[in-house]
């Protein structure tokens, strides 16, 4: 029985019973993973990592593979640190990065001498996860107090992880996210200067997001003939009705042939793609620490975005930022005009804007000073250990 056939069975099925063979599956992949993680044998020399990926035992994803989130950070750390199990003395994990049995499989790996490492994304509130938020929060609770070091994304997610976690006991430092400037550059050839093209990058889970981009380039396409959105990773739902809703929407707005759907990418698909925009609209509300931008600033694209979670910090003065309300309970969203008026005032200075993203990018984010910046971490734990 092939995945295609699983899924069209269990899409016949009530959601109790859905429910119950996903929870079954859990219980069998958290069994089989404690009983593996057993096996871990430190390393007494050299630096070792074991990456708590979804799959574990097995490795990350590369770049040829896709991937997203927490993920990404994986992949690019393998790189130059390649995964190791069952011998190891690292054992790194992201917290959203999730797996059935992780606050087991780091107990075991504590046990057996090796130094856990938590990089601390965001964490759940009754806006983003809705119902249930607590209990999430209490499984990352658990993986944070233990871990030996706390790496924060950004200021936005120590201050997060405070609030709604615990603050961290051990020690800690904000290290944001990384981009290979050599791989996301500028490359403007592509690019049309007689058009305005949006990016709404990353995957579209939440249908919020993408209906704000919509209304901003309906705003748009009222004051510019040759105004574009391109749109990538995949929609709230996957569903063909879906599908034909948002296609039938947009053709009534007489916006189809003003939106590309890219769908999902590889890392090695993404330069080109981002390449094909001028701005990337990043519509999330309170966003840790989105990758999304700092990948979009080094191929030298600057960001308007909702003024919230840790965006602010990363884009600094190479973006415009609109003010929105913070808070927990609900997303706030800005209106319409005032996103598209950030547009235009981007737009109006274009080349100091891009220079100055690119800029940005090299300066704070490169991979290079990531991979420096961890090696140190390393080093540091595994000599005082």
Known sequence: MNYHSI?????????SFVNSVFRLRDHLVRMISIQRASRFQKVSSGILLSYLAANFPQRPPTRAEISHGGTVKMTYLAEAFPHSFPAANVLYTVSSVDHPARAEIIRSAKQNGFIVILNQNGVAYPAWHGAGWEKTNERM???????????????????SADHFLVPAQVAW???FNPVETHLFKPLSYIRNGSAISLVLGGNQYERYRFDLAIRVLEKLSKVHANVRLIV?????????????????????????????????????????????????LHTKFNDPCPTIVIEALSCGLPVVYLDSGGTPELVAEAGVGVPVHATWEKNELPSPDALSDAVITVMDRYKIYSEAARQRAVDVFS???YIQAHRRIFEKLLDTK
């Open 7 to 15: 899924k069209s069975f269990l899409k016949k099925k009530t959601p």
């Open 141 to 159: 609770r658990r993986v944070l107090e233990l871990a030996d070091y706390v790496i924060y994304q950004s200021d936005f997610c120590r201050t």
């Open 173 to 175: 430092e904000i290290l």
């Open 232 to 280: 990538t990773g995949k929609l709230w739902d996957t569903s063909p009705e879906t599908q034909k809703s948002v296609h039938s929407s947009l053709e009534h707005k007489r916006l189809l042939d003003k939106v590309d759907f890219i769908g999902s990418y590889t890392q090695q698909d993404a330069p080109g793609i981002l390449n094909k925009g001028h701005i990337l």
């Open 367 to 369: 991979l290079e000073k």
